[in-house]
């Protein structure tokens, strides 16, 4: 069996690369896997195990770390998240495509792992500086200082585009779902050729 793409799509807050991500899972022809990401944070009313997360102790996640077994891992708020790699190689194995969801930092992180012909990294980039600020106001659940404080990390996130293998704008979100599935698409197909050569 073939084994999977593992893609990364990475970008700033307020991007929309939860969106993209969901209008890409509409098309069964990616055969995409979301990988779900350890979190030592308590699980809230209407999320399960192994959904939103996988819900672990502290010990639990300090022994992933120790073993080696996250691709990446963050502190937010007091909380740990982490990316397993057992379960992402596991559905790559079967063949899937699996879909990281991370922030720079993270996206750093893997990209220094892996060093797999099978990896892919996509950066989205909003139309503009302003359209981002404005999604971020739009959203009206932050303090100025924390707005401020979400644009400066995403200047500094942008200046970094340039490590990635590809670069999409989310201009629409149509148009950047189906971006990232040529991308997909067309490296499966390159992978492909160099089995067969």
Do not use: C
């Amino acid at each position: 069996m073939k084994k999977g793409l593992l893609i990364i799509l990475s970008g700033p807050s307020g991007v929309g690369k939860g969106t993209v991500r969901q209008e890409i899972l509409k098309n069964p022809a990616v055969d995409l896997y979301y990988s779900v990401s350890l979190t030592t944070r308590a699980m809230r009313p209407g999320e399960a195990d192994g959904r939103e997360y996988y819900f672990v102790t502290n010990e639990e996640f300090d022994a992933n770390l120790a073993n080696g077994n996250l691709l990446e891992w963050n502190q937010f708020v007091g909380n740990r998240y982490g990316t397993p790699k057992d379960k992402v190689e596991a559905k790559r194995l079967a063949g899937h495509n699996v879909l990281l969801e991370i922030d720079v930092n993270g996206a750093t992180q893997v990209l220094s792992k892996m060093k797999d012909p099978g990896v892919v990294s996509i950066f989205l980039a909003p139309p503009s500086f302003e359209s981002l600020e404005a999604r971020i106001r739009g959203r009206s659940t932050e303090s100025e200082d924390a707005i401020q404080a979400r644009l400066e990390k995403a200047r500094l996130e942008v200046a970094l585009k340039d490590r990635y293998d590809y670069v999409v704008v989310n201009d629409t979100v149509e148009q950047a779902a189906k971006d990232i599935e040529k991308i997909i698409f067309d490296k499966i197909r390159a992978l492909d050729e160099n089995a067969i050569e």
